[in-house]
């Protein structure tokens, strides 16, 4: 896999609304990665508070840095299907706009890829509470979150994660994963265009999954900074 001419390694699909107070962090996050071929796309979804200021500053400081204004707000599967149809990566992740990247998630990411090749490669996440958060909940969310798989073909991770007996299954969440890019901008175009308000990840992966054939797992890359308990996207 290699970079063909200026084109981007990997877009990061930013979906936002009313997160002008936590956008800037999320952004910066990108800015200070160790690996510098990527392109973000922030869909800003008619917020009414100052996230399109926020979101514009950052475009004019960083070209990489892309920014669609939603005249109305669509929720956040129409966001990321905004997001998704513009970019141009090899590889595509979802990053919301309340979280944040460990400095090094993209560079070690890229090694995973060049090594595996998979379809999805799923990484790890740290939790971080916020607004008074249960640390028990967080904790367990994040055991949970990070839990060893094997490498899966299409019926496996489908199957353990969508009609395992256990509560929860297999993570679905889209975020804290990557998607080879020709088959995520092909999965979201088959989506729906209603708006969803429950379930958008464990809809937005089963069809994912569906249409890919190897998922690969390196939880020990504990890239993704989820603030749960701040409840913005």
Same mark, same amino acid.
């Given at each position: 896999?290699?970079m063909i001419d200026n084109?981007?390694f +990997?877009s990061?699909?930013?979906?936002c #609304?009313n997160?002008e107070?936590y956008?800037?962090?999320c952004?910066e996050?990108i800015?200070?990665?160790?690996? $510098?071929?990527?392109?973000a796309?922030?869909? /800003?979804?008619?917020?009414? $508070?100052?996230?399109?200021?926020?979101?514009?500053? +950052?475009?004019a400081?960083?070209?990489?840095?892309?920014?669609l204004d939603?005249?109305? /707000?669509e929720?956040l !599967?129409l966001a990321?299907?905004s997001?998704?149809?513009?970019?141009?990566?090899?590889?595509?992740l +979802?990053?919301?706009s309340?979280?944040a990247?460990?400095? =090094?998630?993209l !560079?070690?990411? #890229?090694?995973e890829?060049?090594?595996?090749?998979?379809?999805?490669l799923? +990484?790890g996440l740290i939790c @971080?509470e916020q607004?008074?958060?249960d640390?028990h909940a967080a904790?367990?969310f994040e055991?949970?979150?990070?839990?060893?798989?094997?490498e899966s073909?299409q019926e496996?991770l489908l199957?353990?994660?969508f009609?395992s007996k256990?509560e929860?299954?297999r993570?679905? !969440?889209?975020? !804290?994963?990557?998607f080879?890019? $020709?088959?995520?901008? @092909?999965?979201?175009?088959?989506? =729906? =265009?209603?708006?969803l308000?429950?379930?958008e990840?464990?809809?937005?992966f089963l069809?994912?999954a569906?249409m890919s054939?190897h998922?690969s797992?390196? =939880?020990?890359i504990?890239?993704y900074i989820? /603030?749960i308990g701040?409840?913005?996207?």
């Amino acid at each position: 896999m290699t970079m063909i001419d200026n084109m981007p390694f +990997f877009s990061i699909v930013i979906p936002c #609304y009313n997160s002008e107070e936590y956008l800037s962090e999320c952004l910066e996050s990108i800015i200070a990665q160790d690996f $510098d071929q990527w392109e973000a796309i922030v869909i /800003n979804d008619a917020s009414t $508070d100052g996230s399109l200021a926020v979101a514009s500053r +950052f475009s004019a400081q960083d070209g990489r840095i892309r920014v669609l204004d939603k005249t109305m /707000n669509e929720g956040l !599967h129409l966001a990321r299907k905004s997001g998704t149809a513009l970019s141009r990566g090899e590889y595509i992740l +979802f990053l919301d706009s309340d979280d944040a990247f460990e400095k =090094t998630t993209l !560079h070690k990411i #890229y090694s995973e890829i060049e090594q595996s090749n998979p379809d999805i490669l799923r +990484f790890g996440l740290i939790c @971080k509470e916020q607004n008074g958060m249960d640390d028990h909940a967080a904790r367990e969310f994040e055991t949970w979150a990070n839990a060893d798989s094997p490498e899966s073909s299409q019926e496996e991770l489908l199957t353990s994660t969508f009609t395992s007996k256990s509560e929860y299954g297999r993570d679905w !969440h889209v975020t !804290h994963k990557a998607f080879r890019g $020709d088959i995520c901008r @092909k999965a979201f175009s088959s989506m =729906t =265009t209603s708006r969803l308000e429950r379930a958008e990840d464990s809809y937005e992966f089963l069809v994912l999954a569906s249409m890919s054939e190897h998922e690969s797992s390196n =939880t020990r890359i504990r890239g993704y900074i989820y /603030n749960i308990g701040r409840g913005v996207t």
